[in-house]
């Protein structure tokens, strides 16, 4: 396997993404494309004539398949290489040449999230914490990105702030920012440094409330969520209180019984964790180590999965398969139900969903010492109690204690969708009326904002 060579940089910076693109796209066979993807800053070279809006996604995408082509080789290997390190000092070498072009930060900034919130190699047990340097260049990127595409102008038009995802840019901003104070606070104690992002991150958030778009809106960076871009007249929380459930919740939580048994059956049949294991394969970038967090799916947007053709897992399938909430009735990204496993010592980075939706927990072996956070609120799980939540907020997940949590874990249709209110007909409408606290609602995942308003880069 060729070594990831780092590239050079002189006054004339020649990457080949664009080239890339091409190798990629003309059909060559795996061997070629495979030299060209792990050999990414050979075979980029700028392609001048493209628009801005293009080379910007473009390079977030080829970035994306670069990184899980070496992430994929990496797992594959017996011993530990050092193709991880050299990835990432190749991100932050094309990093530096963001100067000359600013289209490719975006690109960046978000593969230094999605892959590298750790650095290079996490500590291989316990909580690992975040490279304050790869914290450091995101944030750079991403506020580089924001200029870029004029998000922080007061005059830009309200649908080209929405069309180049202006909202979704500064929430990142926000959440690597207040995150990088808190590990320079906490983990390296360096108060001033964190005294300094804090006060960044205060204007910043200053400026943005001078924006049309989120004037009056929230009072705090950490309140930012995308359901009120799809719900501006509804109220929102980050955890919602019992009272405001929608019937989806409290139908859960009644049939804990009848989800637990299954999990137990699954754990003594497969007590090794296989399906687990084998779905952690394809679950990367949340968790430092791929095995610490990953969910076997009961049903998704097709209907069951062929998990539920085992008898003992059949009752909660038949229970779930029958919600509107979830699965083929709702076509909102990722709906469907798991069960979600989290080792101890396991944490899930700070991220957001940007699809109009819901996310239930229901805990089904929940032992002391893991933890959610969604925007500041902290609350932990419980044998047999549901947690609803906005995942759309800010949020993260840390595992203290000492035995494994398992919970089952769910993407549902907001209650404030019309579009999906409508589906379900006359009678289902008049026998669940939009609470008041829902306003308005809105078309939801229909019909976003502008096209293809959920969609991240």
């Not at 594959?76 to 991880?84: A, G, I, T, V, Y």
């Not at 929940?366 to 044998?383: H, I, R």
Request: aromatic content about 10%; some cysteine; overall charge negative.
């Amino acid at each position: 396997m060729p070594r990831i060579a780092r590239p050079s940089y002189g006054g004339r910076w020649v990457v080949g993404i664009w080239a890339a693109a091409a190798v990629l796209a003309n059909g060559l066979d795996d061997a070629e494309v495979e030299a060209c993807v792990l050999n990414l800053p050979h075979c980029i070279r700028v392609l001048t004539d493209a628009d801005e809006a293009s080379q910007e996604k473009l390079t977030a995408q080829l970035v994306q398949n670069w990184l899980q082509r070496v992430s994929a080789y990496d797992a594959d290997m017996e011993q530990p290489s050092s193709l991880r390190s050299e990835a990432l000092r190749t991100l932050l070498d094309l990093a530096a040449a963001t100067d000359e072009h600013p289209h490719l930060a975006l690109g960046l900034g978000q593969a230094l999230h999605s892959f590298f919130w750790w650095g290079h190699e996490p500590q291989e047990v316990g909580l690992a914490s975040p490279s304050v340097q790869v914290m450091r260049e995101s944030l750079t990127l991403h506020e580089r990105a924001l200029a870029i595409a004029g998000c922080d102008l007061i005059d830009l038009e309200l649908e080209e702030f929405l069309l180049r995802k202006c909202p979704w840019r500064w929430r990142f901003t926000f959440l690597i920012g207040s995150e990088l104070g808190l590990e320079l606070a906490r983990g390296s104690q360096d108060f001033k440094a964190a005294s300094e992002t804090f006060d960044h991150v205060a204007r910043r958030f200053a400026e943005l409330q001078q924006l049309p778009f989120f004037v009056g809106k929230t009072a705090s960076p950490m309140r930012l969520n995308q359901n009120a871009d799809f719900f501006p007249t509804a109220r929102h929380w980050p955890i919602w209180a019992r009272e405001h459930w929608p019937d989806f919740a409290t139908f859960i939580e009644r049939h804990y019984s009848t989800f637990r048994f299954s999990l137990e059956a699954l754990l003594e049949e497969d007590p090794d964790g296989a399906h687990f294991g084998a779905a952690a394969r394809f679950q990367s970038g949340l968790t430092p180590r791929k095995e610490d967090w990953t969910r076997i799916k009961l049903i998704h947007s097709g209907g069951e999965s062929d998990l539920c053709r085992l008898p003992f897992l059949q009752p909660s399938c038949a229970l779930l398969a029958q919600r509107p909430e979830i699965g083929s009735a709702c076509g909102t990204y990722l709906s469907g139900a798991s069960f979600a496993r989290l080792l101890p010592g396991a944490q899930l980075k700070p991220h957001f969903g940007t699809h109009p939706r819901l996310t239930l927990h229901l805990g089904l072996r929940a032992p002391s010492g893991a933890t959610l956070t969604v925007a500041g609120e902290e609350v932990s799980w419980s044998d047999g109690k549901v947690i609803i939540f906005d995942d759309t907020y800010m949020h993260k997940v840390q595992h203290r204690g000492d035995e494994t949590r398992y919970i089952l874990v769910a993407w549902f249709c907001h209650p404030f969708d019309r579009g999906w209110r409508e589906d379900r007909g006359g009678q289902w409408l008049q026998s669940n009326p939009l609470p008041e606290w829902c306003g308005a609602g809105g078309p939801g995942y229909k019909d976003p904002p502008v096209p293809g308003y959920s969609e991240q880069f």
